[in-house]
Every structure is written in structure tokens, then in C-alpha cells.
């Protein structure tokens, strides 16, 4: 026998083994440590375990809580306790906790990909099949499990209800008209199909509103007729006002509004405090399922509390240092007044980029009811021509020191679709090239003012309506107006509360209108584009165009300008591709339809949104994206992991 040969067999052999038995020790090791993590939680709540009011935190947690991880982050671990204070301007924005708090089934990430939240994983099968698997252990905040029963609470008792839901669940259970097939598979995982793809589905459980898919089953059915006697429950309803149990039901059965204190949650924090009030109290969620990388249960702060005040005195109020974490109801021109406080009132100003398509935009009413006006506007030399008559860097440099971007309404720079031609697509400002557009279009008769004459003889006098909440419209418009008088267009102002434009709109009454333009400034290839095609009435450049589509042709009119039924073509088409290089490809079909179309005129975007920070505030971005769908405001930076410290320091 060859014993050097065999001598190094055996060594190779050995220092296999051994290897092996490393790699098993190394993972024997891993598990041990993942069973011996030792949870913690705030002093607050280890007082009531001590009282024996509720159980040890490890027995509160789901058995697999999820672990943010703050690697690659410039967040710390956290100290617990402390009350977080906020200004508000009325009773019903008791709901943003819901929108900061962002505990979702899914959630929007750092990156803006679609990421498990409450749901410890998610399987799906060629976007037509999705499979549902809940934390096991995981309790609502009074403590009961949450489990596959409160999703079939929901989908049985409420959304297929005709009593609580006339008008059957929400849209986007629909494809090509039909409902999913729901089933039960166990406590922990439910499953919703559908015969094709819906590509919806996924995206509605992560948005700012989401759509709720479950309900604390044990709560409500206490005000249900399928487990209590109706006419106790009608008796009920009526005597404090409403008609029936349903009435009663839905106003007890509502998550989002987050003003019924007995309505369990799965939120960081719990609303405390009842209508009507202009303080409310929120307080920890002993059940609340994410935890710290150390162990540490979530969130860090004891208590949020929020008071209601005149809307128009926020800022000063932020200002002399009332709000610990302040961003909502303050403006970019509050910027002054902030930053000239930081030192008196101990707190930072942070200005996060806002992340919508256009921070402002003018809205031509496709569909106004004036068929003179209705033809001119679909014109889109005439809309071509009044974008290229405004001055964007000058309205840049005068209301936003030049820090934001003049653009169409388009995506931003960080969105991965986002392409420079769309954003200056009739954008640069050239007075000439509009009076041509005009002059093309045969509008050459002008009255002694000099201003154009329509072809039935009346003015070109734009009447720009405004919802009059803020300064800064005005001011855009009275600039815009300077440059419109060059083109031989006079512009005026009309301001009316919210909710009477919108009521205008869509009776066609309006010209057109002013307002912010595509919430997702953001997009990529997987995001719906729904906001590029008519899909809704709330679009305010075709509103019954939209209302068509919502309605599923019951209401409005269905779009009869060759471009706008293209849009909506796209959009099926993205819906039915399951590709993301062909999604991507739909996307950039749509956005080059509205860079060349001009459908909505954006004026400029990437404005900064001030965000005051206490200097005992610790874990808020420096930079950070302010924006409603995705992020949630406040919401995907992870308020649960803010923490205070007690004494105030440089940030």
C-alpha cells in the first residue's frame, strides 16, 4: 500500500469531517442563539406585567416578531418611554396615526419595494394566487389572537355583506368584474385567488389607506345580526342616533378613521381618547409585533399626544416649541419663521423632499360642461401653448429660492423610470413658440385689452379655481397671470372650500383648476400607473372620464379622445404583463403620452416640506421623502423607532 497516498486520504478525509462538523456546530450555535434571544420592553409595561395585568413580553410577541434591522441605517437603539407631541388642525386627524404608525400587512421599504409587515411571508403564484401567512402568536392590542378568522370575518361579514357593503368590496377584489375565491387553510394562512392576474392586490395592502382585509372578528361581532338578536341590535343603533345595526356597525368598524378608543388595533400606538375632544392620547401597544435588533420591543415612546388647534397657527405654535415632530400643516414658506427659532425653542429644521409628480399643476377640464371651452382645451396646441408661457424659474426662484426643480408633471430623479425629456416636455419657457401655437390654431382676433378672442367671439379669460387653503397658490397664479398677458390670455383667481371645487369639477362647471399633481412621483415598473389613465372621478383633468371607469360605466362618459382611451389601453395592458421589462415598457409608453399630450400642466416639483425636530428626538432622518402613496408622510421612515432622550444635545 502507497502510505503517503493513503496518509493523505485520510487527512483529507479527516479535515472533511471536521469541516463538516464545524459547519453543524456553527449552525447549532445560530439556532441556539435565535431560541435564547432575550426580549425587552419598556419599564412602562414591565410595571403591569409585575401587577400581573398582562403577560412577560416574550409571551406577547409573536413567535417570529419582526426584526428591523438598522444596518446600513443611521438609526441607534433606542431608549424607552417619553410623550411625543404633535399639532393638528381638526378631530379627524386622528387618522394619521394610522398613517404614521404604518403597520401594514405589507409595507413600502427605504427602497419602495412591497415587503412583509404583519404577514410573516406572502406567496404568490402567478400573480393570480396569494397565499397569506400570518405571525403565529401575534395578539391584537387587547390582547386576543389575531388569526385567519378575523380575515374571514371581514370578507364573509362585511365586505360581502349588502348591509354594510352595498356596493360589494372594494374594486380592487375585482378582476375583469369577478371576486377572488377565498379560502380558510389554517389558522395562520389564508389564501385569495383569482381566475387571471391582479396586480392590484398586493399594492392596496401597503398604501397609506390601505384596504383593511381583516377585522378583531371578536369585538364586532357583538354588533352583528349573524350573532346577536336583530331588533336588540336595531334598538341599539337607534338610540344613539343611527337608523339600524348596520349604521351602528360601521361606526364602531373603523380602522383608518382610528376614532373608536374600544376598536382593537395592530398599531404602535392605541387611541385612549373618544369624540369629541382636541386632545388626544395614545399610548403604547403591549401586543405591537416589530422589535428592535437588540430585542427591544417597539415602539421606543411611551405615549404620542395630539392636540388640536387653528390650523393657521400651527407654525407659530411649532415655532415657540409646542411640537416635538412636526411636518403636517407646515409649508415651505413657514421656512423663515422656523429657522429663526431653533435655538429659543430647542428643536431642528429638517426639509425632506416632497415626492409627487408636481408639487403644483394646472388642471384643464377635459370635460367641461361649456362645449366652446370643452373644444379649446382639447386642443393641445392651446395647452401646449400655456405651459410653454409660464415662467417656471422664475416662480422657482421667487416662492422656492431655487431649490426646487421647474418641471412637468412627471416622475422624479429617484424613480428608476424617470427620464429628463419628460420633465421639460413643454416646459421651457418661450413666449414666441406659444403665440404661434395660438396663432396656428386661427386665434388671431384679439379685443381692445389685447386679449384673444374664442371662436364664438367671448375672451380667453381663464377662470383658475382653488381649493384656498394656502398662500402659495395665489401666489403662482398671479405670476403665471404675467406671463399669460403676453400670450394675449387673462387669467383669473376663484377660491372655494375643497369640497364645493370638487363638486364643481365635476359638474364640469370649471376651466380649470390648481392643485398637486401625481401623488407617486416615485414609480417603478411594478407600481400601478394608475394615476396616468382615466380611472377616477377625483382626477380633476377628466373627471367623468374617471368616474366611467370607477363606476364601471354606470356613471360618466367614457373617454372619446383618442389619447385618453390609448392611456386606458396601456393600463390593461400593464395590468395583464407580468414581466417587469415589458410593465416597464407600458410605463414609458404612458408617461411619453402625457409628456407630449399635456394633460395636466405641471409648474414645478421636488419642493422641500419643512420637518421641525425636538432636540430630544433622536432615530428622524436628516433626508428623508415627505409623500403621501408610498410613504405614509411620516410612516415609512418608521416613527415607532424615534426615541427620546432626556436631555436636549445637538442633533
Known amino acids: 500500500m502507497n502510505v503517503p497516498i493513503l496518509y493523505s486520504f485520510l487527512k483529507e478525509a479527516i479535515c472533511r469531517k471536521m469541516r463538516s462538523l464545524f459547519l453543524v456546530g456553527l449552525l447549532v450555535l445560530a439556532a441556539s442563539s435565535a431560541q435564547a434571544i432575550t426580549y425587552s420592553e419598556s419599564p412602562i409595561l414591565a410595571k403591569r406585567v409585575e401587577a400581573g395585568e398582562i403577560k412577560p413580553v416574550s409571551e406577547r410577541l409573536p413567535k417570529k416578531p419582526l426584526i428591523l434591522r438598522f444596518k446600513g441605517t443611521k438609526k441607534v437603539p433606542g431608549l ?26 405589507m409595507r413600502y421599504d427605504a427602497r419602495f419595494s412591497v415587503v412583509p409587515d404583519i404577514l410573516e ?66 389558522e395562520q394562512t389564508v389564501e385569495f385567488s383569482w381566475p387571471k392576474a391582479n396586480p392590484y392586490f398586493l399594492e392596496s395592502l401597503a398604501r397609506s389607506r390601505p384596504i383593511f382585509i381583516y377585522r378583531p372578528a371578536h369585538y364586532l361581532k357583538q354588533f352583528h345580526p349573524r350573532y346577536q338578536d336583530r331588533a336588540t341590535l336595531d334598538a341599539n343603533a337607534q338610540a344613539v342616533g343611527m337608523r339600524n345595526w ?98 429659543r425653542a430647542g428643536y431642528v429644521v429638517r426639509t425632506w423632499r416632497v415626492g409627487k409628480g408636481s408639487h403644483l399643476a394646472l388642471f384643464p377640464n377635459l370635460n367641461a360642461k361649456d362645449k366652446g371651452w370643452r373644444q379649446l382645451l382639447r386642443d393641445v396646441r392651446f395647452r401646449r401653448a400655456l405651459s410653454i408661457a409660464i415662467k417656471r424659474e422664475e416662480i422657482n426662484k421667487a416662492l422656492y429660492y431655487g431649490l426646487a426643480a421647474a418641471a412637468q408633471n412627471t416622475l422624479l430623479p429617484d424613480s428608476p423610470l424617470y427620464r ?31 386679449i384673444r378672442l374664442m371662436d364664438d367671439g367671448r375672451p380667453i379669460e381663464i377662470i383658475v379655481e382653488t381649493a384656498g387653503e394656502n398662500t402659495e397658490e395665489p401666489d403662482v397664479l398671479q405670476l403665471i397671470q404675467d406671463s399669460w398677458k403676453r400670450i394675449g390670455v387673462k387669467l383669473h ?43 377616477r372621478q377625483v382626477q380633476y383633468q377628466w373627471p367623468k372620464w374617471g368616474q366611467f371607469a370607477e363606476t364601471a360605466g354606470q356613471a ?96
Request: aromatic share 10%; hydrophobic share 35%; glycine share 6%.
Open 80 to 105: 424607552y418611554g417619553g410623550t411625543l407631541r404633535m399639532l393638528m388642525a381638526r378631530p379627524k386627524d386622528v387618522r394619521l396615526m394610522t398613517v404614521y404608525g404604518y403597520a401594514r400587512l
Open 121 to 186: 411571508r406572502i406567496q404568490v403564484d402567478n400573480g393570480r394566487v396569494f397565499t397569506l401567512h400570518l405571525r403565529a402568536g401575534h395578539r391584537w392590542s387587547d390582547g386576543t389572537p389575531f388569526t385567519t378568522e378575523d380575515f374571514r370575518y371581514y370578507w364573509e361579514d362585511v365586505a360581502t355583506n349588502t348591509e354594510l357593503s352595498p356596493v360589494g368590496p372594494p374594486n380592487v377584489f375585482r378582476v375583469d368584474g369577478e371576486l377572488p375565491r377565498f379560502r380558510i387553510i389554517d
Open 246 to 343: 348596520a349604521g351602528l356597525h360601521n361606526r364602531k368598524d373603523n380602522p383608518y378613521r382610528f376614532d373608536n378608543p374600544e376598536l382593537p388595533t395592530l398599531q404602535p400606538w392605541m387611541n385612549t381618547t373618544p369624540l369629541p375632544a382636541d386632545r388626544f392620547i395614545f399610548k403604547r401597544n403591549p401586543y405591537y409585533h416589530r422589535v428592535d435588533p437588540e430585542g427591544r420591543q417597539l415602539p421606543y415612546i411611551d405615549r404620542v399626544v395630539m392636540t388640536i388647534t387653528n390650523k393657521r397657527l400651527i407654525a407659530a405654535k411649532t415655532s415657540a416649541g409646542e411640537a416635538d415632530l412636526q411636518a403636517r400643516y407646515l409649508r415651505f414658506d413657514n421656512l423663515p419663521l422656523l429657522k429663526s427659532a431653533e435655538d
Open 420 to 450: 429628463e425629456d419628460y420633465q421639460i416636455a413643454h416646459a421651457n419657457y418661450d413666449i414666441d413658440g406659444a403665440n404661434k401655437l395660438l396663432d396656428d390654431m386661427g386665434l388671431i382676433r384679439r379685443n381692445k385689452q389685447g
Open 493 to 535: 383667481t376663484r377660491s372655494s372650500h375643497r369640497d364645493v371645487l370638487r363638486s364643481r369639477i365635476y359638474a364640469g362647471q370649471t376651466i380649470m383648476s390648481i392643485s398637486s399633481g401625481w401623488e407617486n412621483g416615485l414609480a417603478r415598473a411594478e407600481s400601478a400607473p394608475t394615476e396616468l389613465a382615466p380611472t
Open 556 to 651: 360618466g362618459t367614457a373617454p372619446d379622445l383618442p389619447a385618453a382611451r390609448e392611456l386606458s389601453v396601456l393600463l390593461s395592458k400593464w395590468a395583464s404583463t407580468p414581466l417587469p421589462k415589458d410593465r416597464e415598457k407600458v410605463w414609458h409608453k404612458m408617461l411619453k403620452i402625457h409628456a407630449d399630450r399635456t394633460f395636466v400642466i405641471g409648474i414645478i416639483n421636488r419642493t422641500l416640506q419643512p420637518v421641525v425636530v425636538s432636540n430630544h428626538l433622536r432615530n428622524v432622518p436628516v433626508e428623508g421623502i415627505y409623500n403621501w402613496q408610498p410613504g405614509g408622510h411620516l410612516g415609512i421612515h418608521q416613527p415607532d423607532t424615534f426615541w427620546l432622550v432626556p436631555d436636549a444635545g445637538s442633533l
